[in-house]
């Protein structure tokens, strides 16, 4: 029989995100196996994540060879004064451009840098486990112990939420099935007033478990485990009306800065993978609220890497964007981010996934006028533009094996027309292989001007990612060699400009059956 000449396209290739977690033979060709450096664009596209911007002036200086900022927030008083926090290298500081270290109490030790920071009624207070709260007053750069009245201690709790009116702390070093509130719009007050505590031993299902973080939704507090999820109401009035709500057995939290809320969910770090609140909810019979299940067992295994490596897991830090749509989730030991597109779950409850893998952030905050900072070795970032500071970086798109519908057949790749958005001087290789190997046959190519534009496209109505038309680039390689299952994959040096791959269309020859 006669070879048979066809154009095959491959359209937005990558839309789904990558999927690690199932077989590659016979997997939807939308998906990819490596989306490095990559977000879903607003139009479903695999295109570049944004880049960095250097805040920080003297970061070499202030942070030495640490880990760099590790924890962030931003502060706005009642006279509407913005301060920055942050911690790293077993200090705290104010400020952005410049690091300036806050003083602390006379004699006062920091031993680690896991601070969580949280603003409540016009200060701001800073805990961390095994080490007494911090309290700014009202945004000053002098830190002062957090006493009560009479002398008494607050709860040296890791964790530590402002809601209901009220501060609450859990996780101490020394009891962790407790969890503590502060007096009502006091939170200097924890022995007083209406402050109390609750005793989670008896409320654990299936036995004992610890306490890891706190978090308020839909007007329910939430207690979260390591293997169970506790939701209380009545948190407005916790001495008279605190009453247990519902269970969650099975799923909880291994990461305490892994929680961040969506608005209509949360969204957290479990032993099992990337969790949806509102999707254990929904399905509470058959709990299957793992938006990371096509990455779950290589997601997991990072986990472990950062566990092991710090004895803990408080590195792991998370963020939620609603401009970028996107919930990250950093994993510093393993130098790996991952990116969860929000917008819509996929059929299978997955949300669509791509890495970033040389930003290397250590801490998140999103500021009041939306912009997406990051702690980092050098000091603190600002997400944006299409450089990692001045540097170039690497967008690595490769599809999985596909067989185009005809395993049984040979492949002969005649020649590739490309679809790019963007990318103006953007160093880009075409790279294809057959039959599973690792080994590709390249060519690399340079675009150049296009008199082809997109225009005006606008996020959620609120910010253009293009703020000026962008070109459309169509780069034609000719093809060679054969097989029975074809991989392409596409990698670009993002330099200063956006990209993103529309499609790829393969004039290609189906032979003989093998």
């Known amino acids: 029989m006669a070879a048979q000449l066809q154009n095959i396209t491959i359209s937005a290739p990558g839309f789904l995100g990558i999927n690690t977690q199932d077989s590659p033979i016979g997997l939807d060709p939308a998906y990819a196996s490596i989306a490095d450096n990559c977000v879903i664009d607003q139009l479903g596209r695999v295109g570049a994540r944004q880049g960095y911007t250097e805040v920080t002036t003297n970061g070499a200086a202030v942070l030495g060879t640490s880990r760099g900022i590790e924890a962030m927030a931003e502060f706005i008083s009642r006279d509407n004064v913005t301060t920055v926090f942050s911690a790293g290298n077993l200090k705290i500081f104010t400020g952005t451009t410049t690091l300036v270290e806050c003083t602390l109490p006379a004699g006062y030790t920091i031993l680690d840098n896991d601070w969580k920071i949280v603003s409540f009624n016009n200060d701001v207070y800073f805990f961390q486990k095994s080490h007494a709260p911090l309290e700014s007053v009202g945004g000053s750069t002098t830190l002062t112990l957090l006493t009560t009245s009479g002398g008494h201690q607050p709860p040296q709790g890791n964790e530590v939420l402002a809601a209901y009116g009220r501060l609450w702390s859990c996780d101490l070093s020394s009891n962790r099935y407790t969890v503590y509130w502060s007096s009502l719009l006091a939170g200097n007050d924890w022995h007083g007033g209406s402050s109390g505590s609750v005793d989670l031993t008896t409320v654990w299902p299936n036995g004992y478990d610890e306490v890891v973080a706190l978090a308020e939704h839909n007007n329910f507090l939430l207690v979260f485990g390591k293997k169970n999820i506790i939701v209380y109401s009545g948190a407005t009035s916790p001495n008279s009306d605190l009453t247990l709500h519902d269970t969650i057995e099975g799923t909880g939290c291994i990461a305490r800065d892994s929680i961040q809320s969506t608005g209509t969910d949360l969204i957290f770090l479990s032993s099992r993978g990337v969790m949806s609140l509102g999707r254990l909810l929904q399905q509470k019979s058959l709990p299957l609220g793992d938006i990371s299940k096509n990455v779950r067992t290589d997601l997991l295994s990072f986990v472990e890497i950062e566990a092991h490596s710090n004895g803990h897991r408080?590195?792991?830090?998370?963020?939620?964007?609603?401009?970028?749509?996107?919930?990250?989730?950093?994993?510093?030991?393993?130098?790996?981010?991952?990116?969860?597109?929000?917008?819509?779950?996929?059929?299978?409850?997955?949300?669509?996934?791509?890495?970033?893998?040389?930003?290397?952030?250590?801490?998140?905050?999103?500021?009041?006028?939306?912009?997406?900072?990051?702690?980092?070795?050098?000091?603190?970032?600002?997400?944006?533009?299409?450089?990692?500071?001045?540097?170039?970086?690497?967008?690595?798109?490769?599809?999985?094996?596909?067989?185009?519908?005809?395993?049984?057949?040979?492949?002969?790749?005649?020649?590739?027309?490309?679809?790019?958005?963007?990318?103006?001087?953007?160093?880009?290789?075409?790279?294809?292989?057959?039959?599973?190997?690792?080994?590709?046959?390249?060519?690399?190519?340079?675009?150049?001007?296009?008199?082809?534009?997109?225009?005006?496209?606008?996020?959620?109505?609120?910010?253009?990612?293009?703020?000026?038309?962008?070109?459309?680039?169509?780069?034609?390689?000719?093809?060679?060699?054969?097989?029975?299952?074809?991989?392409?994959?596409?990698?670009?040096?993002?330099?200063?400009?956006?990209?993103?791959?529309?499609?790829?269309?393969?004039?290609?020859?189906?032979?003989?059956?093998?």
């Open 314 to 514: 408080e590195a792991i830090k998370a963020v939620y964007s609603p401009i970028h749509a996107f919930y990250l989730l950093t994993l510093p030991t393993s130098k790996i981010v991952y990116c969860f597109d929000v917008r819509q779950p996929l059929e299978n409850g997955s949300f669509r996934v791509t890495t970033w893998s040389s930003l290397e952030p250590t801490a998140f905050t999103m500021f009041a006028d939306d912009t997406l900072y990051m702690g980092h070795n050098e000091g603190i970032i600002s997400y944006g533009g299409y450089l990692d500071g001045d540097t170039q970086y690497q967008l690595r798109y490769f599809s999985n094996p596909n067989d185009f519908q005809s395993p049984a057949n040979l492949k002969f790749l005649k020649k590739f027309n490309l679809t790019i958005i963007g990318g103006q001087a953007t160093p880009t290789t075409l790279n294809w292989g057959y039959d599973y190997t690792s080994t590709y046959t390249k060519q690399e190519f340079t675009f150049g001007s296009s008199n082809i534009a997109e225009f005006g496209i606008s996020e959620y109505n609120t910010d253009a990612e293009y703020t000026a038309s962008i070109a459309i680039q169509t780069p034609k390689v000719n093809g060679t060699g054969s097989g029975s299952v074809v991989t392409i994959g596409i990698e670009a040096q993002i330099n200063s400009a956006a990209f993103s791959i529309q499609k790829i269309d393969i004039l290609a020859l189906i032979g003989r059956l093998i």
